[in-house]
């Protein structure tokens, strides 16, 4: 029996342009180009649509660190401080304290979704949906009964991932990737998305709207009056400042060569996310790293549980305690108007599944990686035996997920929509760029 939809929520498109008041209005026709591309693409924009849903709903009350945005395309690559190509979730900029089966609806939704985008029929659809679920309720067991430090330490590398990947479409796109994923590092960025001036120093290449260099800003973004060399100073002295010791060291021999503002993802364009680019002294190394400001998790106003006052923090502690290893360049930093930033590195080894190219098999495997890699992350956080006794038998707790996942994938076509007609209505902005 199809599941009903909501009725009596707010409208989910004032919720997404509620959510843009205080980003870059450049930027904003870009964000709704991407969300218009698919219901699924709709989806990835609009963690703060099903917040407001999943909020309205009852739960059980066991609290973990949620990602709170756990969509399967949010799960991917990166390299590990030793260097290994490890496979976790990747993007936490919505990470809270809440119970554990909201990020577990958003990825069941989302693997729905990205069924019906491969034109997979009604039953596939829900065999895709229904094993994701007694994945991550079979993890999780296995997970309960491990010593706590083994589980602490569990990593699903690239070499356990081929050797375990029984579909081979998946296993092949997993070989390319990794073989891809090696090769995105500040130097390829570099050789992307900078150039030399007339001097032969590396600037980064101008090309608005989707990377505008702070230069030709012309000020208006300031602290305080403060010039461009001084405002940039005083942010990366805050971020230094939350490091580990020895990255300090490393920091003392690098200098900020430039600096622009760039479009990332999809519900993160608008928001104030930058690139810098630093040289050593030699001018022999580059090193790119990422700020992306750090609004407050849109879970946050619907669960009263306490967390770091700086937002950028919550982003970073959030993720260094769902991943088994994180990137050493984890930061966080304020402006002097006080808006809250987090920093990482850009691009290093970071690579995601492309969907297009999974057939049935391979989308139903992927979805059990990163059901196993929710049940870890959540593990880490929570008491591994209050979710096993929530969750009961994994065959009922994947039919109850699997109701509410087809429901809010139903909502999340309907809402998908709502957007179009509001673009057709000129309403809404779009870009011929995104």
């Known amino acids: 029996m199809q599941p009903p939809l909501l009725v009596d929520r707010p409208d ?3 919720l997404m342009l509620a959510q843009e008041q205080d980003r870059l209005d450049w930027l904003l ?4 180009s991407r969300m218009a591309v698919s219901a699924f693409a709709f989806y990835r924009g609009t963690a703060v649509v099903m917040a407001a849903d999943l909020a309205r709903q009852p739960h059980s009350g066991v609290m973990v660190q949620l990602c709170g945005d756990a969509h399967l395309l949010n799960f991917g690559f990166y390299g590990s401080p030793e260097r290994q190509l490890l496979f976790d979730l990747n993007d936490f900029d919505e990470t809270h304290p809440g119970p554990f089966e909201w990020d577990v609806q958003r990825l069941a939704a989302s693997m729905v979704l990205a069924a019906r985008d491969l034109n997979l029929s009604d ?3 829900e065999k895709v949906c229904r094993r994701t679920v007694r994945a991550y309720a079979k993890a999780m067991a296995h997970l ?8 602490w330490m569990m990593q699903l590398d690239l070499e356990r991932l081929l050797a375990e990947a ?13 073989a891809r994923a090696r090769q995105r590092n500040s130097r390829q960025a570099v050789s992307k998305l900078c150039e030399k001036d007339r001097s032969g120093e590396l600037r980064i290449s101008h090309d608005p709207p989707l990377i505008f260099r702070f230069s030709e800003f012309q000020g208006k973004w300031l602290d305080h009056n403060m010039s461009l060399d001084e405002w940039q100073h005083k942010m990366c002295q805050l971020y230094v400042s939350s490091i580990r010791p020895d990255l300090q060291v490393l920091f003392s021999q690098l200098r900020l060569c430039d600096s622009a503002f760039k479009a990332v993802g999809v519900g993160s364009v608008g928001t104030r996310c930058a690139i810098g680019l630093w040289v050593d002294q030699r001018g022999e190394e580059v090193l790119v790293l990422q700020s992306k400001e750090a609004q407050p ?3 946050a106003p619907y669960l009263n549980l306490s967390g770091p006052e700086h937002q950028g923090q919550r982003v970073v502690q959030g993720q260094r305690l769902m991943q088994t290893a994180s990137d050493p360049f984890l930061g966080w930093t304020s402006t002097l108007a006080g808006d809250h930033y987090y920093w990482r590195q850009f691009r290093d080894w970071k690579l995601s599944v492309d969907l297009s190219l999974l057939d049935a098999k391979g989308l139903t495997e992927y979805g059990r990686l990163c059901a196993w890699t929710l049940a870890k992350a959540h593990a880490r956080s929570g008491d591994r035996g209050a979710i096993c006794a929530a969750i009961g038998s994994s065959k009922a707790f994947a039919a109850t997920v699997l109701d509410q996942a087809l429901g809010h994938a139903d909502q999340a076509q309907l809402d998908y929509q709502a957007l179009l007609t509001r673009i057709a209505s000129g309403e809404i902005a779009t870009s011929a760029v995104y």
């Open 144 to 151: 309960a009964a491990m010593p706590v430090l083994e589980m």
């Open 166 to 178: 029984e579909s081979k479409t998946l296993q092949r796109h997993v070989q390319s990737l990794a």
């Open 123 to 125: 039953k596939q659809q």
């Open 29 to 32: 026709p870009v964000r709704h």
């Open 12 to 14: 989910p498109i004032d």
């Open 297 to 299: 998790s849109v879970l």
